[in-house]
């Protein structure tokens, strides 16, 4: 399948969004952006300038923007609100749970400065809590796709589908792994290898890290099974049930490694009482003013270090 293959092309996935955003607004005028005044960053400028009727900026107002996009949403438009994850997440927390997913309205959160990305805009700017905050609220779907052209077609899979979705990207460019014609299903994790020595999950960013390393554990004669696991909520449990029937799995987010995907899977194999998981991730610290490269170097978020925990695993 092509997304085995090794890239050398990276973009942000906030790029993938500026551009999807624009096709949406092209093939349906109920496609509405509310900019939280960083339209420009958020990569909303080219939907802006092409259809102004249909984009509000609401200035540095998060709570306010979520209940425009909920009142938007009651009259069948398709609100998206484009903010930092940091702030779409925790700044409209409360107006997300009571306007948005109490009442399931049709509102979808489209984050961009996800996880440690932001880098060196340093630990304030780092959303490392954001999914896991939004994968507790009843109704809320929550995505973060790996590369440009995934994050696109989740873009469009998230607008065609009813009810507040969650959606998370990069501040940097990651690279690319899938070509632009792969197929994506909200709920359905991607394999991206089969193996039956052990089982890696991935999400978003690290993705491409966690395929590096499986290459590593294949050269050493360890057969992996990988998976991007690009929907926390709903998770496919059917998917990580098969990682359990291998025996030992590593998670892999660019996420605090508590309530996220991390956590998500342990939940699973917690109620099939069987399977061994050990979780990659933002060990329940803050981030810190560094380049994105090196923050994911201190938390351990690297290729060295997952097959070192699958060495360590395979071993004990």
């Known amino acids: 399948m092509s997304a085995t293959k090794k890239a050398v092309e990276k973009k942000a996935t906030r790029a993938a969004f ?21 339209g420009k960053s958020c990569k909303t400028d080219k939907f802006i300038a092409a259809y102004p009727m249909q984009h509000i900026n609401v200035g540095i107002a998060e709570q306010n923007g979520a209940g425009i996009a909920a009142g938007l949403a009651t009259t069948g438009k398709i609100p998206f609100i484009s903010t930092y994850a940091v702030f779409g997440s925790l700044r409209m927390a409360e107006q997300i749970r009571q306007e948005v997913c109490y009442p399931n309205l049709n509102v979808k959160i489209a984050c961009s400065h996800g996880g440690l990305t932001p880098g060196n805009d340093g630990g304030s700017h780092q ?5 896991g905050v939004m994968r507790s609220f009843p109704n809320m779907t929550v995505i ?5 052209h995934s994050t696109r077609k989740l873009i469009a899979e998230a607008a065609a589908m009813y009810g507040p979705v969650y959606l998370r990207f990069t501040r940097d460019a990651v690279p690319m792994i899938y070509d632009e014609n792969e197929t994506f299903e909200i709920g359905k994790a991607k394999q991206l290898r089969d193996g039956d020595d052990i089982a890696i999950i991935a999400n978003g960013d690290t993705v491409h890290i966690a395929m590096s390393a499986a290459e590593q554990l294949e050269e050493k004669g360890v057969s992996v099974k990988l998976l991007d696991m690009h929907t926390i909520k709903p998770l496919d449990t059917e998917a990580v049930k098969e990682c359990i029937g291998v025996g030992k799995i590593i998670t892999v987010e660019d996420h605090n490694i508590l309530n996220g995907l991390g956590s998500a899977v342990a939940e699973v194999i917690a109620e099939e009482g069987k399977g061994r998981l050990a979780r990659i991730g933002v060990q329940d ?8 490269g090196k923050l994911l170097e201190i938390n351990g978020i690297t290729v060295e270090n997952i097959v070192a925990t699958a060495t360590e695993l395979l071993t004990n």
Do not use: C, K, T, W
Not at 127 to 131: F, K, N, R, V, Y
């Open 18 to 38: 500026g551009d999807e955003i624009v096709r949406l607004g092209e093939e349906n005028e109920d496609i509405y952006v509310v900019d939280i005044d960083i």
């Open 127 to 131: 959303a490392i809590e954001d999914m």
């Open 144 to 148: 973060m796709g790996a590369d440009y």
């Open 285 to 292: 610290r803050f981030g810190e003013s560094a380049p994105y």
